[in-house]
RNA sequence: GUGGCUGUAGCUCAAUUGGUUAGAGCGCUGGAUUGUGAUUCCAGAGGCUGGGGGUUCAAGUCCCCUCAGUCACCCCA
């Protein structure tokens, strides 16, 4: 009965990933995990649900209002929309079991009920990192390192890592007496790149109805341009006299000197003062990165520090500091800067099966391979030839083997590079060895 | 959550402005080709024009609702 019938479809902001794009989604899963174990993070899980409360408390209304909250029974229960809150919750619970610091990191899915947009999903999968109970600088500058070495292992070279201090801006607020309005202050200075100097002095005015001087003295403060330590130097002033500010631009200072200290790549990060974040929790460092040829896409690594993420739900004080990759939003971008290969299978070789009653030699073939460390496939039935190659080729597979009874007899196997046709015979005697060698090679 | 734009085959798009049976390229399946894919030739499958309702003699085309995509706002990865 066609009428009976479900229409298969997904929701709203809600996808399916299909092989060509999972494959390079768990690449990208491998990498981040790679970097983070390198820096001694360790991993987590955390439940999906939470009690409502344990999400709410922290957030603004409108992070309750994107979340996605049902009643179970008795219960009030809501979906996480992002890993710090869940984090904050766990090291309260566990910090006895945990000591400090500690590193960690989280991959995992978040849900937000917003309204979906090119690279913004409302299920996505964030990559955080994270050191909880320590104030040190240290751990400021390794983040900044951290989010270096995951976008070159990623494979982007055109990114700016763009870092700011929340010391620096609460500062330069209460020399100008606009301590109180500090919200919409901040939320306004960030959208300064966006929609430009007047409309902002605007907002702010509006939001405040601060003196046009006040306003002035905020604006030239994120309009500094220049390298890292040009603004530094140009910070000296603004932030003179306010001991917030200057410890903030202190701050600034010790990541930018430890950065070029440790040889980073130059003009990769850049301090940017008017950047602010919308989390009310950051209170030092704030960082953001922007890749080059998609700006529009928005950040796809931001973090910052906070001095104590866990005060909802312990009397300890946790200080930390920490980042979020957004995977599917880069995994986007990298979409649309044509950075993802054609594959569909994360095999190297297909095995033809060419002759019917061969098949435990092609099995055998294939463990030996395997063995030796490659992904191999054996194509299930004794097709005409035609249609295995045209199977491989749409697949994508680097190689193809085939054998038969006249290589059998001979112990070698014939070996084709599907991306320029080139074919090699090599022994099978070795288990496979030197064709896993010679595939290897081929794959540089 | 608010507003604008869009929706035709798996994908990219056509259809003389409301007029018979909705077409093409690419892709897919099969064949030419039981020792070779990506190039060539032939054939085939695939559509309730996103879904529902309305106006009309007649709707892919006009109107309303809904779903989805997209853009802006809000916010953010």
Known sequence: MSDSLITPRTMSGFRDFLPEMMIPRERLMETARQVYRKYGFSPIDTPTLEYAEILTGKGSDETDRQMYRFQHGKHDVAMRF????????????????????????????????????????????QCDFDTIGTTSIASDIEIVMVINDLM???????????MNNRKVLNGVLEKSNLAEHSVPVLRALDKLAKIGRDKVK?????????????????????????????????????????????????ELAQIVAATEAVGFPEGTLSIDVSIARGLDYYTGTIVETFLDDLPEFGSVCSGGRY????????????????????????????????????????ADVLIVFFDKSQLHYYLKLAQDL???????????????????????????????????????????????????????????ADGGKEIAEWIKNQQG
């Open 82 to 125: 992002d890993l710090t809150v869940p984090l904050a919750r766990f090291v309260a619970q566990h910090q006895n079991e945990l000591g400090m610091p500690f590193k960690r990191y989280h991959i995992a899915p978040v849900w937000r009920g917003e309204r979906p947009q090119a690279g913004r999903y409302r299920e996505f999968a």
């Open 152 to 162: 070159r292992a990623i494979g982007f070279e055109k990114f700016s890592i763009r």
């Open 202 to 250: 605007t907002e702010m005015a509006e939001a405040t109805g601060a003196s046009d001087e006040q306003l002035d003295q905020i604006l030239m403060l994120a309009e500094i341009k220049g390298t890292a330590n040009e603004v530094l130097e140009q910070l000296v002033p603004l932030c003179s006299g306010n001991e917030l500010a200057e410890q903030g631009r202190e």
């Open 307 to 346: 001095d104590n993420l866990a005060q909802l739900y312990t009397k300890t004080e946790l200080p930390g500091i920490g980042a979020s990759l957004g995977l599917d939003r880069l995994l986007a971008a990298m979409e649309k800067l044509d950075m993802i290969p054609p594959v569909k299978t994360p």
């Open 370 to 428: 395997r063995a030796a460390g490659l992904g191999v496939e054996l194509y299930p039935d004794a097709k005409k030839l035609n249609k295995q190659y045209k199977y491989a080729d749409r697949r994508g597979f680097a190689a193809t083997l085939i054998a038969g009874g006249d290589e059998i007899e001979r112990g070698i196997v014939q070996v084709k590079w599907m991306a320029d046709g080139t074919q090699v015979e090599l022994p099978v």
